[in-house]
């Protein structure tokens, strides 16, 4: 299975935020979308970064309250690693377990076209283990 597989099956809506806006700015917007990361934009396309909760949870736990008023680009991380649409389900896990990461943009031709999380490649490694499971009982249960 492909990450195209994985872009079919969600929204492709992606959050992003401007390396201009505040840490209290882009937690609005993850509490508002329900979710652990957001693409930054800058100058140069399609990403100059990611904010994730990672970040704003060492900025707190470093400066404290004084955290919320620094920028975005202040706090993201810039070491982006992004996948495409050619990238298998295999090669996912092993990038997100190897980097530590949660989300990956997905960029295409050089627009950012998804994201990919955690969450969506357990859930589609859970659909191929039950699919499996179905057809290897259907198989034993025509003997």
Same mark, same amino acid.
């Given at each position: ?45 399609? &990403? *100059? +970064?990611?904010? !994730?909760?990672? /970040?704003? %949870?060492? $900025? ?51 627009? &950012? *076209? +998804?994201?990919? !999380?955690?969450? /969506?490649? %357990?859930? $589609? ?19």
């Amino acid at each position: 299975m492909q990450v195209s597989n994985l872009l079919a099956n969600k929204n492709q809506d992606v959050a992003t935020i401007s390396q201009e806006r505040t840490v209290a700015d882009a937690l609005l917007l993850l509490k508002e979308r329900a979710i652990g990361a957001l693409v930054v934009t800058g100058p140069t396309p399609p &990403l *100059v +970064g990611i904010f !994730s909760e990672r /970040d704003a %949870v060492r $900025a707190l736990a470093t400066s404290g309250a004084a955290a919320l008023e620094t920028t975005v680009a202040e706090l993201m991380s810039t070491d982006v690693q992004t996948c495409d649409e050619t990238t298998t389900v295999t090669e996912l896990m092993g990038l997100m377990t190897e980097r530590r990461i949660r989300h990956l943009p997905v960029v295409h031709e050089g627009q &950012l *076209v +998804g994201m990919i !999380s955690i969450g /969506d490649v %357990v859930k $589609a490694r859970f659909d191929e283990l039950e699919h499996d499971k179905k057809d290897l009982l259907d198989y034993v249960s025509a003997r």
